[in-house]
């Protein structure tokens, strides 16, 4: 074995047990254990004393560099946070325009200060254009990088930044820092983005940007397009990699014949694409494998792919061991992985499946088992990282990446000579521009369309997928370690896979529509409840704040996981949007029959018109609540009350009454007590088996009145991090003096009760 990839694994290991398991103040004993058993390893002999230095000192070496990074690097600077004052920067990169805010990342540059990398957000417009080395002055107020609204991140911390910061004022630009001019990939990079959207537009732009420089803010904001591409599995062709390097290595190959001119512009080329794409984990070992690869022959040394993919993790990894915990990394090593191990095996299996008829030409043939060999050695590899981070697995994605990744490289290749030639020859550029679209208009709509089959995508929100998918794994490892690598027939193991997975998909089906169940989804600072019964969904609220994901989309993994592809009603107590913010999003996803929500709401940051938008593109019918509303769906009934109160939109919400048979819950969205009263003192209100407490656990809500009425059994508190403290010490006390079950989605995440037949 190799004593490299020996030495990597180990160090890699070290750093992994360091960043998910590991409190802080073990790693120096755990550098230690590793180094001390390392002295008796001397008494073996051979090549077994070889390894057992190597794996036992590699792990020690990660273990301890994991800590002294920590102390010389992040301690540093976190140590501003909670510091308001007043830095001298340099700007690193183009601002990211991200709808209510920006966010540009800039390098303290004060004396008496670490020279850290800081991400500065823009709340209130101060932000001048800046670009890539102009030197700034403004007044920060700094934050920690490692938490956001109080969850532990990784999306900093993998970058070598870890601390934030708001700007408080308009900053001073100072003019341009000394050696500016070696930010020139990311000008053109931003010059590329813009040249972009002079020839492309709509739906082709967005994929275009983040198919040529890895930008997916146009994706991002195109809901439908962006769930199209994930679900179908392709997000990685848009999410600039190895395979973009490739393509633009062999462009430069076709047009230069001469080797040593492919060597001398290819080499400067990729490196400077892969500063301009942003030098992710994924674009920094692509580009140290191409190198790698293209100086080999010179120094008269083998490429050894395994040997190659060890030592570039090992860069990525000394320079920033926190980058352990980067997403990219890992699916970009993980899906190389992948190719390396198992696509040679998986290619043999299929030319022994399918065997070439004679005297008919092979080229189609080969081009497709190659393609579904990488595709598929790669996807068995980064399948459970993918479900891990993002809670999705993409059954179609062996054939989405089948029929679309042959125009891949058209589009990539064409969509840069539309761009210099629209610098260059407008109307040339745009003709070229329409040759292109025709591809990117293809691959959208196969995403499209496979993305819309019944389970394109299961979800882990589900607990039994991750099952599955552990079972699918164990008994194809069993398979192969049964009947020997070289004997391996993966259809027997596929086969249980398969049938495993229909199993589940049924019972789940059967489980969720033979019953009754109430659901407050865990959408951090928001609401989001469900009420099951048989087929019948509906949903009370959807918005929140402090997840990384949007609540629409979380609660439409939620329903989707659980067999559901509709919501029959939606109803919006108030349009605030820790209630609202999350609907446009799932109506992207899910088909909502009914739309419930105040007459008389105010269009408060576009968000009414936003949802009511949504709405009308997913032919929604929106139902205006002014009077007391009755509503049945299947044995599920509504009842509305109209608006009670007079001021914010807390006070002027609806209130809602949800009744399965017996099981009557009240749900008061974000009223306070002077509503509450009013609710008491007009209608006649039955006992309540659960009520979900007003305004996320506010003082203001949840009064002794309405306890006294409602006589609820159990309440629910729907909340997440934020900063009014909710849930508040009174609002607790007040359930606990009535006896009743408190349940908490910021401690208990998603909470479900079942309602039995007799309420």
Known sequence: MRKLVNAAMAYTAALVIAHYVLPHGWLLICAAVPAALSLPALALRGNLRVRAMILLLSSAVGFLWYWGYGAAFAAPAEELAGQTRYVTARVTDYGADKGNYSVVYVRLEEANLPRAKVAVYDFYGHMPQLSPGDMIRAELSFSTASE????????????????????????????????????????????????????????????????????????????????????????????????????????????????????????????????????????????????????????????????????????????????????????????????????????????????????????????????????????????????????????????????????????????????????????????????????????????????????????TANSLTGWWLIFSYAVFLYAWWRKGKARFRPLVPISVSVTALAVLLAATAVHYNSGAFVTAIDVGQGQCLAVFQGCNTVLIDCGGGGKWRNAGDTAADYLIARGRTRVDMLVLTHLHADHANGVSALMSRMDVRYLALPADAEDEDGLVGEIISAALRSGTEIMYVSEDTDAAVGGISLRLYEPLGAGDLNERGIIVIASVGDYDMLVTGDVNVAVERLLVDSAALPDFELLVAGHHGSKYATSYELLDAARAETAIISVGYNNYGHPTREALWRLSAYGMTVFRTDQMGTVTLRIDKNG
């Open 148 to 459: 956001s609204y109080g969850e532990v991140t990784d999306v900093y911390s993998s970058r070598g930044i870890f601390v934030r910061a708001s700007l408080e004022s308009k900053p001073e630009n100072l003019g341009r820092a000394a050696f500016s001019f070696l930010y020139f990939p990311k000008v053109i990079a931003e010059w590329v983005r813009e040249a972009t959207g002079a020839v492309f537009s709509g739906e082709t732009r967005a994929y275009m940007e983040a198919l040529l420089i890895g930008s997916n803010g146009g994706l991002y904001q195109d809901r439908p397009l962006y769930n199209a591409i994930t679900g179908s599995g392709i997000l990685h062709t848009v999410a600039v990699s190895g395979m973009h390097l490739a393509y633009l290595w062999g462009f430069l190959s076709l047009i230069l014949t001469n080797k040593r001119m492919v060597m001398t512009l290819g080499i400067p080329a990729v490196w400077v694409f892969a500063v301009m794409a942003g030098f992710t984990p994924s674009v920094a070992r692509a580009a140290f494998t191409l190198t790698m690869a293209a100086v080999a022959p010179l120094l008269r040394r083998e490429n050894d792919a395994p040997t190659a993919l060890s030592a570039i993790l090992l860069i990525l990894l000394l320079e920033n061991p926190f980058a352990v915990g980067s997403i990219s990394l890992q699916l970009s090593f993980s899906a190389m992985a992948g190719i390396l191990l198992l696509s040679g095996r998986i290619n043999s299996w299929l030319n022994s499946v399918w065997k070439r008829p004679e005297n008919k030409p092979a080229v189609i043939r080969r081009f497709i088992i190659a393609s579904l060999s990488s595709t598929l050695g790669a996807i068995i590899l980064t399948t459970p990282v993918g479900a891990l981070h993002f809670g999705a697995v993409s059954l179609v994605s062996p054939l989405t990446n089948l029929l679309v990744l042959w125009v891949i490289p058209f589009s990539f290749i064409g969509g840069y000579a539309a761009v210099f030639l629209g610098a260059v020859l407008p109307p040339l550029g745009m003709a070229a521009a329409w040759l292109v679209s025709i591809s990117v208009k293809y691959i959208i709509f196969v995403a499209k369309l496979l993305s819309s089959l019944p389970f394109a995508v299961i979800y």
